[in-house]
Each structure stands twice: as structure tokens, then as C-alpha cells.
């Protein structure tokens, strides 16, 4: 067994002995905490020898971030394998900028000890994929170590795309090759990370690019596809990709395999799985994974042969007007995105400005943001009228929309640097207001104006505000341990374990003490580990980790 028992509360009591005798040492710690920065970023790397590059010596809150994470990574290991695994993924990605050597062990400890996970496919698929995402982008010959072990759907996903595509941006091909090889010969091909293999590759690999291909198709054919797969991590979106630069009969197989075993799935369906797309380019629906993977195919086809693409369109009618209004397919639906656009930005403004107004409360809903945007807006020139608007908006319109504390949190938040006093009096109205939300958006709000009230070095009201949110966390912990109707996720996914992290990690600016004795008031031993994380984070000047 990895985890072993050690001390749950050690970490709180490992904590408050340093400050014990850091106030022994230090007279008073308010006076450091008045003259840090809040919320700030700067970390210095740490030697093995306990001091900083350069020769300075470690600060006191480095002090105790490494003890507090030492401490966490002993009550880790003594708990079970979900939450062992994902307390020593908190503390390895937290270690890594300044001990590279234990952040490594520790996250290949944390992958190991999901191993011991029995029944429970779901949280070993996500703690996996997020083990092996923090060891790709610090130890990635780690993360292809382990790559074996990892569940199906992670050998042949996103992780290994984005290992891929580190040996393309690198030139390694040989390395992205033998890599490849390693998948193929225990799953199937992953297709999306061959594809940023052979998009990098120089001309001069096109027989490499034609092994690659070939490979990709014997995969495709020895594995069935129950589920309708789209995008550009598909054989589909590799025949699109790279079809026209293989021989035309590798090529024409390749489609005639993808549509064979469609056309198969869609006769023994008993009703038409009707699958619906949009794009930047327009939306369309299908009847069923036949239509679409015809529809996706048929560009490279007609210029293939384009009899046998006439000869498909006329034994499917359906998909003519579909071809005249998109002729190049899911290029003409969903055109990729040109160089330098941010992500989804196009998509995002063709739904938004496309989408109609198709009930009472979608108007609603529209007419509400117009009301909160012109009150921002007249917030800029007389914030106290704007705040007075704010307070004739709902305070609700459905489970998702609080009009009256998003206002007043956008007041506060375009006015926290001009004009600090209209920042305040919005802030005490939204703390006001909050109080009658659900929990999980009072969370919400109570870390925005806490973190408004730092940002206008207010400690005091923003020490409030944390004090507030503390309370929330605690009914939220009551409301995910309720016998009845207990949450039955991943103790570290629980809202209330979101909202603790949250608090702790405001309070943490404020003060550490503050922040310590906040976590000896957990009850819940393993949130209370995650929480020392987070105030270990917060002390060494990192972002918080959700």
C-alpha cells in the first residue's frame, strides 16, 4: 500500500509551532503582513539547501509553506486512494518550481496510487488525465513511463496530443514515432496526436507520413466505434487532413472502411440517432453517423473520384441541399480558425448573435443584461445612482441569474481603482444582497468582494467578507454530507471543499495566522489537507489550483 497512515491534523499542528516562534522571533507578524503585497506573484526557486538561488536565505512564509506541505503530504498518504492520489497531485504541482526532484516523486506516487482504485472508472480516469497533464508539461518522459498503465481512453486522448506535439514543436521525430508505436501495439491509434505529428513533419518524411496513415487504417478496422466521433482527433478529420497526399487507393480504403462501418452501425440502430453541429460557418443535423461521416468525407472524395462521390449524393438525397449550402464539408461549417484569433471567439459571437429569442424568458434574460450593462456603464459618471438602479433590478431570474449582485459586483469592480468609496458602498449593498442567494453563488460573490476589498488594501472589511464565506463553506459541507442525500463525488470536486480553498487562500493574504486557525476549524480531516495546500500555495505567491 502507497498511502500509509500518518497524523491528519499534523499539518496544523506543524504550522502553528513555526508561528509560535515566528511571534517569539518576530514580536508581532502584522507588521510583515502590512508590508507584503497582496496578491503577490514573485516566487524565488529553493536549493536543496533551503535557500534561495543567490544564496538568500528562505523567507519566513517559504518556511512555513514547506513545512505545511510536508505535514500535507503525511496526512496524503494516510488516507484512501481517490483522495491520497489527488492530495499528492496538489502538493507535487506545488513543489515543482522549487524542488523539482520531489515534485516528480510525488506525482509519480500519486499516479501509482490510483492504481489501487477498484470499481471506480470515473474518478480513475480524471485524477489520471490530470496527473499525467502536470507531468507532461514538467516531467514528460515521466508521463510516457506511466503512459502504460493509464486507463484506454487516456493512452489514445488528449495527453498524448499534447506529448505529441511537444516532440513536433522539438523536431524529435523519432522520438514522436517510437511513441506511437508504444500506443498502437496496446490500443488503438491515436489519431488526433498522429495528425500533429505529421502536420510538423518536412516533406521529405512522406513515407513516414504514408506509414503513419497505413498504420492509423489496420487500427480503425480492428476496433469498433459505437459512439459518433467528431472533430479533428478522429480518423475522419486524418482521411480529411491528409487523404489527398496519400496514394489514392490507400486513401479511397480509408473512406470506404470509415463509411462501411457507419452504414453497419446506422442498419442495426433501432431509430435514427439524430446528430446536430454548429459552427461559425452555419448548423446543420443528420440522421445518424452514416450521414454525417458521408458528409464530412465526401470533399476529399469528389476529387478522389468523383463518379463514386455522384453516386453516393444521388443514394442520398437527404444530404444534397446540406452539400450546395456547406461544399467543403466541416471545413465550410466549421472553418478553422484563422492565425492569431483567439479561441472560440468566432464561435462564440456567430451563437451569440445568431441565436433567436424563442420564449418569455430568454427575453427576459436579454432585456435584464441591457438593464446591467447601462447601469455599469452610468456607474463610470455617478456610481451612486448606478448603485441606486442596481437595487430596482430582481434579485433573481432564474437559478443561474442574479441580476442585483452582478451589477453591484461590476460597479464595485470598475470603480475599485477611480473612485474607492463607490467601490465600498457597492460592496456593502452586494454583501448585503448575497445573503440571500443560494450557497454556491453567495461563495461566488463573497470571493469577489473580498477580493475587491484587497485589491483597495481594506483587510479589515475583506477579513469580513472570509469570515462570511467560512460559514457558507460550512453549510455547504453539511449540505454534501447530508445522510439523505450525501454527494458521492471526489471529496476534493465537493463545493464546499471549492469554497474552503477559496477563503482560505483570501485569508491567507490577510494573515497567516488567521489563515492557520481557519483550517484547525475544518472538521472534515481530508478538506482540511487540501485547505493547508492552499494557504502553502498562497504563501509561497502561487495560484490558486481548482
Known sequence: MLCKFFGVTLAILVACLVLSDRALAQSESSQRDATRPVGSTTVKKISATGSADGGAETSPEQKLAFLTLEASEGASRGFAAPMCSYGLLQIGSTLAAFDADKARSL?????????????DDDNKRRLQSEIMRTLVSLFQSDAEQLLPQAVSGIRSGPIVTMMLGS????KQWDKGLELLQQIASV????????????????????????????QALASYK?????????????????????????????ALAAIDEVLSQAKAKAEKAQANEEIRLRGTGGSSQFTNDYQYQLFALLPTLRKLDEGRAKQFLDDNQDLQAKMLQFPDGMNSLMPPRPPGAADGTAAK????SARPVVSLQDYLRLD?????????????????????????????????????????????????????????????????????????????????????????????????????????????LAQDTNPDSPNKGLKAWWPSTDAYRRFLELETKISDRGALTMLKEIKDPEIQMLGSVMVARALLGLPAMR
Open 187 to 214: 490500443d488503438e491509434f491515436p489519431y488526433g496526436g498522429a495528425s500533429v505529428l505529421m502536420d510538423a513533419m518536412p516533406a521529405d518524411m512522406a513515407a513516414e507520413k504514408q506509414t503513419l496513415f497505413t
Open 107 to 119: 506525482l509519480r506516487d500519486a499516479f501509482t496510487s490510483t492504481m489501487e482504485l477498484r470499481d
Open 222 to 250: 480492428s476496433h469498433e466505434h459505437p459512439d459518433t466521433l467528431i472533430g479533428n482527433s478522429t480518423f475522419t478529420g486524418m482521411i480529411s487532413r491528409f487523404g489527398l497526399t496519400m496514394p489514392p487507393k490507400l
Open 368 to 476: 435584464t443584461q441591457g438593464k446591467i450593462d447601462a447601469i455599469v456603464q452610468e456607474a463610470e459618471s455617478d456610481p451612486v445612482q448606478a448603485i441606486a438602479h442596481s437595487m430596482t433590478l430582481p434579485l433573481q431570474l432564474d437559478k443561474n441569474s442574479f441580476p442585483r449582485a452582478r451589477a453591484l459586483e461590476n460597479i464595485a469592480r470598475s470603480n475599485v481603482k477611480k473612485h474607492p468609496g463607490s467601490s465600498d458602498a457597492a460592496l456593502a449593498q452586494l454583501i448585503k444582497v448575497v445573503a440571500d442567494l443560494p450557497l454556491s453563488s453567495e461563495t461566488e460573490y463573497l470571493t469577489s468582494a473580498a477580493d475587491l476589498y484587497l485589491q483597495m488594501d481594506d483587510k479589515d472589511k475583506a477579513g469580513k467578507a472570509v469570515t462570511e464565506g467560512f460559514k457558507v463553506a460550512e453549510k455547504l
Open 167 to 170: 516532440y513536433a514543436k522539438r
Open 349 to 352: 459571437a456567430g451563437n451569440t
